[in-house]
């Protein structure tokens, strides 16, 4: 083995540019060094060997999931840090409390939690109800799948009943949901999110209101286009992969396009924009701009991540405090910073707090549920 490879295998990680199975070698590797080396004292290891170690676990290593890793936007030298702790820039005596802090105030991730209330305005509360047959509405039946998804199927007296009947699917913070609507449009909600939409569409458009976040595979109907409405602005299809960021506590509404097409436009608004895939629109204090963005980021949380690229700590901190169901308070000396890195929602709490305080940049205090951000 020669070490430039090894050298070769670290540059490409520093750089974004390992494949799969590169990454899960360095991050398992870090992960078992720290638990098991790294914070013993006097701890000498030279890092050469430790690059061998690697570059041979390369050579025989099988393709696997990889483990989570933080490192701070624009620093190289955290990140160089964080994957070579032996340099001993942890304080391990800090991470050591932190860590029996964590462990005494235990947070569950979220989970499929919803409650649906139906046109009547009685509730059913998804969480609880067992698999089959949940209502049966004028025209159409509604079920909760074997695998917890809520499914609405159309009756063959569906065409002799007038729309006009409004069912809302609300998450809470903490919760999550997929609902396949009566037109066989797939729809996943985030945490504290909601959907309003018709048990019959009408016979012009297809249209839903929504607030939050919420990804759409929407069913194809070239002669009825599918509308989403936000607080803020419409979105117009015919069928397509697309993700809408709504939330009423951030700054700007995203739609992001994953397949097909959409129009975005301003509510009450007649021009609009329209996205091709890979592209998100930002509606930021009434204007509309477009980026190019990686898809896979703007779908994570519905494939069960966290993925954050360049983002501030509130705008992480937001995102758990919904999917947690925490309060996040900032002390008063914090200096926002930005981060990127990829984790699991369904890691507790604790373990993603972890993960960002190995940066060096950020500290946190768990007092029940409430977390607070410290420099």
């Not at 697309?242 to 021009?271: H, I, P, R, W």
């Not at 983002?311 to 995102?319: H, L, N, S």
Request: aromatic share 10%.
């Amino acid at each position: 083995m020669e070490n430039k490879n090894a050298d070769q295998l670290l540059k490409k990680y520093l750089e974004g540019t390992c494949t799969p199975d590169e990454k899960a070698i360095i991050e398992s590797w870090y992960e078992k060094e720290t638990q098991n080396r790294i914070a013993l004292p006097g701890n000498d290891t030279d890092l050469a060997s430790l690059e061998d170690e690697i570059w041979t676990e390369l050579q025989k290593r099988t393709k696997k999931q990889s483990r989570p890793v933080w490192y701070p936007y624009a620093a190289a030298a955290a990140v160089i840090a964080l994957i070579f702790s032996v340099l001993h820039f942890v304080d391990f005596g800090s991470l050591k409390s932190s860590e029996t802090i964590f462990s005494q105030n235990k947070i569950a991730p979220g989970a499929n939690k919803a409650l649906l209330v139906l046109a009547d305005g009685s509730e059913i509360d998804l969480s609880d109800a067992k698999s089959g047959l949940l209502s049966k509405q004028a025209g159409v039946r509604i079920k909760k799948a074997a695998d917890g998804q809520l499914v609405y199927e159309l009756l063959p007296t569906a065409s002799e009943v007038s729309p006009g009947s409004y069912n809302t699917l609300v998450t809470p913070k903490g919760g999550q949901f997929q609902v396949n609507l009566p037109d066989g449009t797939r729809v996943w909600l985030n945490a504290s999110s909601s959907i309003k939409f018709p048990t019959i569409f009408n016979r012009n458009e297809r249209l839903v209101e929504v607030t939050g976040e919420a990804y759409f595979e929407v069913s194809k109907n070239r002669q009825l286009p599918f509308k989403v409405q936000t607080a803020s602005q419409l979105i117009e299809v015919l069928g397509t992969h697309f993700n809408v960021n709504a939330y009423a506590d951030e700054e700007s509404t995203k739609t992001t396009l994953l397949e097909g097409s959409v129009k975005v436009s301003q509510a009450g608004g007649s021009s609009g924009i329209i996205l091709k895939p890979g592209e998100q629109s930002i509606l930021l204090k009434g204007t509309f701009s477009t980026t190019s963005v990686q898809q896979e980021e703007a779908i994570a949380w519905k494939n069960g991540y966290f993925q954050f690229s360049g983002e501030d700590i509130g705008m992480i901190m937001r995102k758990i405090a919904r999917w947690y169901n925490v309060e996040i308070v900032y002390h008063k000396d914090f200096v926002n910073q930005r981060f990127s890195g990829t984790i699991s929602r369904f890691e507790e709490v604790s373990k993603v707090l972890r993960m960002l305080e190995l940066t060096g940049s950020v500290h946190f205090k768990t007092e029940g549920r409430r977390i607070v951000v410290m420099p």
